[in-house]
DNA sequence: ATAGTATTAAAACAACTGTTTGAATCGAAC
DNA sequence: GTTCGATTCAAACAGTTGTTTTAATACTAT
């Protein structure tokens, strides 16, 4: 089955396992090596450091969770109707649910890693992340804003980042099976929270959306 | 100034501060004890091992965490009005902003460390963990249970931790000054996510409270 | 078949890990 | 001043770390 993987494909995997269950650092080589039955030497061979591997861990699925992300968006906003709010979320927050790798039962593993990214403080992982992370959470930040006019930019950053950290807290420990009502109830609770930003409550407990005019 | 500590609080300190940075097994007690200036063999005489003094760093803070918040609740919840939503999520975040420990301008410590503790499967921290927030979070649940009638029971669990997601990620990196207004902008925006789930959204994009008795 | 390149394999490297040991040092109580 | 427990210290332990090296193998193009 796996065996007919390449070695480096092999070695992706076992290391994404292992990175997302122990840590980077506390990972070996030899623990990597061993669990993907390929030679321990293979590692530097194939790209050249520990370090270059995490790298390479880290970039394979972030790529791919960028692109679903964007071409959902895309299209979403392509479409003659403009997106609401649930449907941006849901550009956003959907394409998630396919990072689920091999048979992981016990949480998305690339979700554990973006955690452990976010908390290292190691330079070349964050000017990695940043690099490629940034670019599309602008892209949200002014599609969320085109939908919700009167939101302000800093308070709306803040509130990506709730639902960035929301989403990688919760589908880094959630059964597959779970994963989806997750989803759904983040789009719910995440789009009730961005509206708030831009409404004021009444006295009776109810919320009343404000119409601002740019 | 920190030579008037204790050898233990020294360690505990620089553990601290060394653990949120680099992570649990990428910390070596030579960098720890270097860092309190005290000798590499005070970590094993005062704390037992490794592992013992880990589970220190993280109990002192969680207990700190978890009375302040309880507190807090007790307090809101023995006044005479019953407490509003956004009281009791008050009572579950504010006191994060305590954590911030010494000079801490990049992020509370504690609260990458609580990430990683999360992350980790590692299982005595987990055990660990869950022993002492599971009381806690039943505890609040039990609260917004009562303040919100009506909100379904595992699916106000997955809301907490949207909340419990948002508030690590955001309050890791936030800057000392930014973390009121974070604060503040997470309770609200929790407030309005919670509500969501008892409410339906009707055509024109308002939003209006569903009146249910129990 | 043969030359040349890409890959794998086993072994060794120096550096670092957590932990333990036994002696030195401190600070009170008598 | 002396004794005794608590603490600190320097040194060494066995084991593991990432990386490098050198030889053997597999594969491709001629």
Redesign the pocket.
């Given at each position: 089955m796996t065996a007919s993987l390449t070695?480096c494909d092999r070695i992706l995997d076992a290391a994404e396992q292992l990175f997302a269950e122990e840590g980077f650092h506390a990972?070996?080589?030899?623990?990597i090596t061993q669990a993907a039955e390929?030679?321990?030497?293979?590692v530097?061979?194939?790209f050249g450091?520990?370090?270059a591997l995490i790298l390479a861990v880290f970039r394979r699925r972030l790529d791919a969770l960028n692109k679903a992300r964007l071409e959902r968006l895309e299209q979403s906003l392509s479409d003659e109707q403009a997106p609401d709010l649930e449907e941006i979320l849901d550009a956003f927050i959907v394409p998630a649910l396919a990072l689920t790798h091999g048979s992981a039962e016990n949480g998305h593993p690339f979700m554990r890693i973006l955690m452990r990214a976010f908390a290292d403080r190691d330079d070349q992982l964050h000017r990695a992340l940043s690099a490629e992370y940034a670019h599309v959470m602008r892209r949200f930040a002014g599609a969320i804003a085109t939908a919700l006019p009167g939101v302000e930019e800093k308070q709306l950053r803040r509130q990506l980042d709730f639902i960035v950290g929301a989403l990688t807290h919760t589908m880094s420990e959630c059964s597959a099976k779970d994963a989806r009502a997750i989803a759904d109830d983040l789009v719910q609770f995440a789009a009730a929270g961005l509206r708030s930003a831009v409404s004021v409550p009444s006295v009776d407990g109810a919320v009343r959306t404000l119409e601002i005019h740019s």
């Open positions: 070695t990972t070996s080589l030899r623990q390929v030679n321990l030497a293979a530097n061979y194939h450091s520990k370090q």
